[in-house]
C-alpha cells in the first residue's frame, strides 16, 4: 500500500471511494447515470472491503445522455435502459452505504459526486 493511503488510514479507520459518471456538470440539471463506491477497512495489514457498488442508473422518462457523454463514458442510453437500475432503488443503496459516518470521502473531484449525490438523495428522500 502507498505511503499516502497509509497514512489516511491511520488518521481514518475507513474509506469511502467514490466516483459518479452523469450527464453534465450541472446538478440542479443533470443526473447522475453510473455511481461506484467502495466502503473499506485496513487493520494492521489488511484491507477489507465492507461495502461497494457499481450501479448504472435509468434517467427520468424523455431525458437521454448527449452524445459527448456517451463518447467520455461508453454510456448510452440502451445500456441504461437494459441494465440500468431506478433512481430511487440506487439511493437506497447509496445511503446504505453513505451510513458510516465515520469514514473519509476519497476520489477524483470528490466534491463535485457529493453534489450529485446529495441532490440524488434528496430528489429521492433518502438524505
Known amino acids: 500500500m502507498s505511503e499516502c493511503l497509509y497514512s489516511l488510514f491511520k488518521l ?17 440539471i443533470d443526473s ?10 485496513f487493520d494492521i ?4 472491503v465492507i461495502r461497494y457498488m457499481d450501479t448504472l442508473v435509468k434517467l427520468p422518462e424523455g431525458r437521454g445522455v448527449p452524445s459527448s457523454i456517451s463518447a467520455l463514458t461508453g454510456i448510452n442510453d440502451e445500456i441504461l435502459v437494459a441494465r440500468g437500475s431506478a433512481p430511487d432503488a440506487v439511493a437506497v443503496a447509496l445511503a446504505r452505504l453513505l451510513q458510516d459516518r465515520s469514514a473519509l470521502f476519497v476520489g477524483y473531484n470528490v466534491r463535485f459526486d457529493l453534489r450529485f449525490i446529495k441532490e440524488l438523495l434528496q430528489r429521492e428522500k433518502q438524505n
Not at 450527464?23 to 440542479?28: A, V, W
Not at 447522475?32 to 477497512?41: F, H, K, Q, T
Not at 495489514?45 to 477489507?48: A, G, Q, T
Open 45 to 48: 495489514s489488511h484491507l477489507h
Open 32 to 41: 447522475i447515470i453510473e455511481v461506484a463506491a467502495l466502503l473499506v477497512r
Open 12 to 28: 481514518y479507520n475507513k474509506l469511502i471511494v467514490l466516483d459518479v459518471e452523469t450527464t453534465g456538470l450541472d446538478f440542479s
